[in-house]
């Protein structure tokens, strides 16, 4: 049985690397016939079918990913590899890593057009899916997820540290001016921007309603499509944020000011709580108004959450509801990476703006921090350290804030004060997007 | 026919955004924290003076004896506990088996022995 297989593969292996090697098939078959008798008989009787089979294997191989595979296809299947092993080996948010690297690999499979096979195919069930991305469905879903599994006590308790995650909003609109000079237009530039929000699903909202390939702009030319690379940029250095924040806190902010220890936030009680979800959106949402499906979704979520009488629907909004969103965005905005789309001079200059973007919003953070510690005294002074964690990236930021924090000062415990800019940044972010959006809509 | 935008206008437009935008999310930001620092302890007094039954504020619990107990302890107390509950299971073989038992006969699965001894 064994011979018979491993007679089988090599043959067919044979037909395989014929065109490659220029064999002629006859010699290839008279070979491998010598070696096999009852085979040998089979080709003399039917050559006739034998190349008709022959034109039908060539005609398959002319559909197989191997002769439709194009190198850029290969970077891109590297990079989801990669992806994914970052994902696995160091633990950078596996959740969104994995999926996206999946998707990568799966959007990047080469395939003959027309089949209805790929993401940017009208009819293919990629495309179906991707729909929830294209048409910004996904990402309130995903807020509405954030609000009811986030406690926004701390914030609660020390309202001034809302502060902190404006100012690492200055991330969002440095890089739009930064995107406008490399010349990009007003819409592509504001997509961009949102980068450094840091914050995924505002990303993939904004650029699903100004960089979606559709719009048409003043002068007449079509937005160009850039929900991939924008989504790829954000979701890459969200996952690079302990490696992206550290060297810039230990350059901006003193040995001293990272040992600065914060007075425990008071407790707050259970009725501010179910105010907060309730008086926030009616604030945010009137002065932003375009920001209503994401703010709308995130403080509906947080009422869920702490109403007390919704457990129900609270768990499923942060748990199911939000992992079936996740895999469904990871997989379809990693596919959509499809290498012919995907690798141009806007995405490189994209990746470079969005790194460029995270570490100026982290940096406005901690000098921002610094400069409200110039009007507080004595026990109220804030940890400068905790105003990297005004971008967005939740919960990831705090935690390396927390960690940063414990370097210095082993018994110096930041993650509860580090939480409080940390989703005020997705307020804020939120609210930046909405703000573009209703500028450049 | 409307004109392409000159370079410098749409520049000029980015820093009309840029600044707005930063004003709005700083103003916005701000409102919320000023609400929640000043407006919000007004709404809980007359939600108080309105329902008029004495609200059990946290400041009114004495903190002297327990000044020491931060949030810190509370949560190093919460993770022991959390942990310890965790280990409430030992663990158990994971190989189930149905056993053989020893008296096979039993009035439960009896149909004749249901038939001569009425209930």
Same mark, same amino acid.
């Given at each position: 049985?064994k011979?018979i297989?491993?007679i =089988?593969?090599?043959?067919?292996l044979?037909?395989?690397?014929?065109?490659?090697?220029g064999?002629?098939?006859?010699?290839?078959?008279?070979?491998?016939s010598?070696?096999?008798?009852?085979?040998?008989?089979?080709?003399?009787?039917?050559a006739?079918?034998?190349?008709?089979?022959?034109?039908?294997?060539k005609h398959?191989?002319?559909?197989?990913?191997?002769?439709?595979?194009?190198?850029?296809?290969l970077?891109?299947?590297l990079i989801?590899i990669i992806?994914?092993?970052l994902?696995?080996?160091?633990?950078?948010?596996?959740?969104?890593?994995?999926?996206?690297?999946?998707?990568?690999?799966?959007?990047n499979? &080469?395939?003959?057009?027309?089949?209805?096979?790929g993401?940017?195919?009208?009819?293919?069930?990629?495309?179906y899916?991707?729909?929830g991305v294209?048409?910004?469905?996904?990402?309130?879903?995903?807020?509405?997820?954030?609000?009811?599994?986030?406690d926004?006590?701390?914030l609660?308790?020390n309202?001034?540290?809302?502060?902190?995650?404006a100012? *690492?909003?200055?991330g969002?609109f440095?890089t =739009?001016?930064?995107?406008?000079?490399? $010349?990009?237009?007003l819409?592509? *530039?504001?997509?961009?921007?949102?980068?450094?929000?840091?914050?995924?699903?505002?990303?993939?909202?904004?650029?699903?309603?100004l960089?979606?390939?559709?719009?048409?702009?003043?002068?007449?030319?079509?937005?160009k499509?850039l929900i991939g690379?924008?989504?790829?940029a954000a979701?890459s250095?969200?996952?690079l944020?302990?490696v992206?924040? +550290? &060297?810039?806190?230990?350059l901006?902010?003193?040995k001293?000011?990272?040992?600065?220890?914060?007075?425990?936030?008071?407790a707050?009680?259970?009725?501010e709580?179910?105010i907060f +979800?309730?008086?926030?959106?009616?604030?945010?949402?009137?002065i932003?108004?375009?920001?209503?499906?994401?703010?709308?979704?995130?403080?509906f $979520?947080n009422?869920l959450?702490?109403?007390g009488?919704?457990?129900?629907? *609270?768990?499923?909004?942060?748990?199911k509801?939000?992992?079936i969103?996740?895999i469904?965005?990871g997989?379809t905005?990693?596919?959509?990476?499809?290498?012919?789309?995907?690798i141009?001079?806007?995405?490189?200059?994209?990746? $470079?703006?969005? *790194?460029i973007?995270?570490?100026?919003a982290?940096?406005g953070?901690?000098l921002?921090?610094?400069?409200?510690?110039?009007?507080?005294?004595?026990d109220?002074?804030?940890?400068?350290?905790?105003g990297?964690a005004?971008?967005?990236?939740?919960p990831?930021?705090?935690?390396?804030?927390?960690?940063?924090?414990?370097k210095?000062?082993?018994?110096?415990?930041?993650?509860?004060?580090?939480?409080?800019?940390?989703?005020?940044?997705?307020?804020?972010?939120?609210?930046?997007?909405?703000i573009?959006?209703?500028?450049?809509? | 026919m409307? #004109?392409?935008?000159?370079?410098?206008? @749409?520049i000029?437009?980015? #820093?009309?955004?840029?600044f707005?935008?930063?004003?709005?999310?700083?103003s916005?930001l701000?409102?919320l924290?000023?609400?929640?620092? #000043?407006?919000?302890p007004?709404m809980? #007094?007359?939600y108080k003076?309105?329902?008029?039954?004495?609200?059990?504020?946290?400041?009114?619990?004495?903190v002297e004896?327990?000044r020491?107990?931060?949030?810190e302890?509370?949560?190093?107390i919460?993770?022991?506990?959390h942990?310890?509950?965790?280990?409430q %299971?030992? %663990?158990?073989s994971?190989i189930?088996t149905?056993? @053989?038992?020893?008296?096979?006969?039993?009035p439960w699965?009896?149909?004749?022995?249901?038939? @001569?001894n009425?209930?």
């Amino acid at each position: 049985m064994k011979k018979i297989l491993l007679i =089988f593969g090599v043959l067919s292996l044979l037909i395989f690397i014929r065109p490659a090697l220029g064999l002629n098939s006859n010699l290839d078959t008279n070979k491998i016939s010598s070696s096999i008798s009852v085979d040998q008989a089979d080709q003399a009787d039917e050559a006739d079918s034998l190349d008709e089979a022959f034109e039908g294997i060539k005609h398959f191989y002319n559909y197989t990913g191997f002769a439709n595979v194009t190198s850029g296809n290969l970077m891109m299947i590297l990079i989801g590899i990669i992806f994914i092993y970052l994902g696995i080996k160091f633990d950078y948010e596996p959740l969104l890593l994995i999926p996206i690297g999946a998707g990568v690999i799966i959007g990047n499979i &080469p395939f003959v057009a027309g089949n209805q096979t790929g993401i940017y195919e009208t009819g293919s069930v990629l495309n179906y899916l991707y729909f929830g991305v294209v048409k910004g469905i996904y990402p309130p879903l995903i807020f509405l997820g954030i609000g009811a599994m986030t406690d926004f006590s701390s914030l609660i308790a020390n309202p001034k540290l809302m502060l902190l995650g404006a100012a *690492a909003q200055i991330g969002v609109f440095a890089t =739009f001016m930064g995107a406008l000079y490399l $010349g990009f237009s007003l819409p592509e *530039a504001g997509a961009i921007g949102i980068i450094g929000g840091a914050d995924g699903p505002t990303a993939i909202f904004l650029s699903s309603k100004l960089a979606n390939g559709v719009n048409i702009l003043a002068d007449g030319t079509t937005v160009k499509n850039l929900i991939g690379p924008i989504a790829i940029a954000a979701y890459s250095y969200m996952a690079l944020v302990p490696v992206i924040q +550290p &060297p810039l806190m230990r350059l901006l902010i003193s040995k001293e000011d990272r040992k600065i220890k914060m007075k425990p936030p008071r407790a707050v009680t259970q009725k501010e709580k179910m105010i907060f +979800p309730v008086v926030a959106l009616i604030l945010t949402t009137f002065i932003s108004p375009s920001a209503l499906p994401l703010l709308g979704m995130l403080f509906f $979520g947080n009422l869920l959450k702490e109403s007390g009488r919704t457990e129900r629907l *609270a768990d499923t909004a942060r748990t199911k509801l939000i992992d079936i969103v996740t895999i469904l965005l990871g997989v379809t905005v990693g596919a959509s990476t499809q290498a012919d789309i995907f690798i141009t001079k806007d995405s490189m200059l994209i990746f $470079g703006l969005g *790194a460029i973007s995270f570490v100026i919003a982290t940096c406005g953070g901690l000098l921002f921090a610094k400069f409200m510690n110039l009007f507080l005294k004595g026990d109220d002074k804030i940890n400068p350290l905790i105003g990297a964690a005004g971008v967005s990236a939740v919960p990831d930021s705090a935690r390396v804030v927390h960690t940063e924090g414990l370097k210095s000062d082993p018994s110096n415990y930041l993650l509860m004060h580090a939480m409080a800019p940390n989703v005020s940044g997705v307020i804020g972010s939120a609210i930046a997007a909405g703000i573009i959006l209703s500028f450049l809509g | 026919m409307i #004109y392409i935008p000159l370079f410098t206008d @749409q520049i000029s437009e980015g #820093y009309v955004i840029l600044f707005t935008g930063l004003i709005i999310v700083f103003s916005a930001l701000l409102t919320l924290s000023l609400f929640f620092k #000043y407006g919000l302890p007004v709404m809980l #007094y007359i939600y108080k003076v309105i329902t008029k039954r004495k609200d059990k504020k946290i400041s009114e619990i004495k903190v002297e004896a327990d000044r020491n107990f931060t949030g810190e302890i509370a949560a190093a107390i919460g993770a022991a506990v959390h942990i310890y509950l965790d280990e409430q %299971h030992d %663990h158990e073989s994971a190989i189930l088996t149905i056993k @053989q038992i020893k008296k096979p006969y039993s009035p439960w699965s009896s149909k004749i022995y249901g038939t @001569q001894n009425r209930l």
